[in-house]
């Protein structure tokens, strides 16, 4: 077993650190006040390639594996869990065009998300409840060469700042009755819908998607009818999960070094609180959690690039470093006492976006269904 990272793998996860300290930390302030996503943060990282991580080189992307977007979105997630979201999403949305999508598709679509020129977003949650993916009520009939799309999506990430948009809507019953297609933004019948203001991962766009009788050429199809279904749950578990997974990883990160830090500076009785045996035990407790949930992440997408399955470990991943951000935050701002609830501090901060984290790409009853399942194979 080797644990370690590659030479390329450690330069890459210095660069990005050092462009999310420079560039993406100033923007924070102003992202949690307005809710708005920086879009000339989003210029720079396209510049430099993070967008097209996964994207094949041919079609203008890095080409690189899993494990580099980990990296990747860890070290985004450890300055703005947000923007590591922001980003995330359009990686899941440029998935099911690199991995299901024919040649044309690649060509039309690919360079310009790779690039950045476009941003890309996946939709599946609909009013009806996002873990019941079968209830959705999106529909799109066949009429001669075009499909017809009614329906609304929410929760959706992305929203108003993605041209390219990935969804899945009902061509039939059950679960051979879902399809996946692409919409263009300036697709007549189709508009953004509201746009959230949520108390965490601020500075991300979360919003609604209105399909009003909007007509998609058969040729924006991803995989063949019937497909959505195998389009989506492959995507979310292979792409969706493990990016809130990093992002999460970075909070838990945030939250070791903020408390660490803290326990030093702060002098209770003459000496710093970083002596005292119960505030050791916070810091033991936000270790563990981070070592634990980097282990599950990394090996799982090392998993991911040698090609092999890995929908539970993906969830479990998903399910222990999200609900280890809260955990981890909560304890921050017990370290901090006071200070940890003032919003000019971060602790405040972390606690609002891991809370964020736990329902995307599925909550954790659904990632313990998937885990379950895989166990009772077990024996
Ligand atoms: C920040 C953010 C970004 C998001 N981005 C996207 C996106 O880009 N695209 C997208 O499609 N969706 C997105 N979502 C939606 C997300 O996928 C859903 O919130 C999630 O799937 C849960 O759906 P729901 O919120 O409708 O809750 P519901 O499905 O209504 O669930 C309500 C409660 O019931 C529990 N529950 C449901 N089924 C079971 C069961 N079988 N057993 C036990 N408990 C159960 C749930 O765990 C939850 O606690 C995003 C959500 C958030 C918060």
């Not at 560039?23 to 943060?41: L, Q, S, Y």
Request: one cysteine or more; aromatic letters at 8%; proline letters at 4%.
């Amino acid at each position: 077993m080797d644990f370690g990272f590659t030479p390329e793998q450690e330069m890459l996860r210095k660069t990005v650190r050092e462009f999310a300290e420079k560039e993406i930390a100033p923007k924070i302030d102003w992202m949690d006040e307005t809710g708005e996503v920086p879009m000339d943060i989003i210029e720079k990282m396209a510049k430099l390639g993070f967008m097209g991580v996964l994207v094949p080189k041919e079609y203008g992307g890095l080409g690189m594996g899993h494990i580099e977007r980990m990296i990747l979105l860890e070290e985004i997630g450890r300055v703005s869990p947000a923007m590591a979201n922001t980003v995330q999403v359009h990686h899941l949305g440029t998935a099911p065009i690199v991995v299901f999508g024919t040649e044309e598709q690649k060509k039309k679509w690919l360079p310009p998300l790779a690039k950045g020129e476009k941003i890309a977003t996946f939709a599946v949650t609909e009013p009806t409840g996002g873990s019941d993916v079968l209830g959705m009520q999106t529909t799109a009939k066949l009429e001669g060469n075009n499909y017809i799309i009614n329906g609304r999506k929410c929760f959706i990430t992305n929203t108003h700042i993605a041209s390219v948009i990935g969804i899945a809507a009902k061509t039939g019953e059950g679960p051979k009755g879902l399809s996946a297609f692409i919409i263009e933004s300036d697709t007549p019948g189709f508009k953004p819908g509201r746009k959230e203001n949520k108390f965490g991962l601020r500075g991300c766009n979360t919003g609604e998607l209105i399909f009003k009788n909007c007509k998609v050429s058969k040729e924006n199809i991803i995989g063949k009818e019937g497909d959505g279904l195998k389009v989506a749950l492959v995507s979310i578990s292979n792409v969706g999960r493990p990016g809130i997974t990093a992002g999460a990883l970075g909070i838990v990160r945030a939250c070791l070094e903020e408390a660490v830090k803290y326990s030093k500076q702060r002098v209770l009785y003459g000496k710093p609180i970083s002596d005292l045996q119960a505030i050791q035990w916070h810091l033991a407790d936000i270790y563990m959690d981070y070592e634990i949930s980097k282990l599950l992440m990394y090996r799982a997408a090392w998993l991911r690039d040698k090609g092999e399955r890995c929908d539970a470990e993906n969830a479990m991943a998903k399910f222990w470093a999200t609900e280890a951000a809260v955990r981890c935050a909560q304890k921050t701002i017990t370290v901090f006492g006071a200070y940890g609830c003032m919003k000019e501090l971060v602790p405040q901060r972390l606690l609002r976006d891991a809370w964020l984290f736990i329902s995307g790409a599925g909550t954790s009853e659904i990632m313990r269904i998937i885990m379950a399942r895989q166990a009772l194979k077990m024996a």
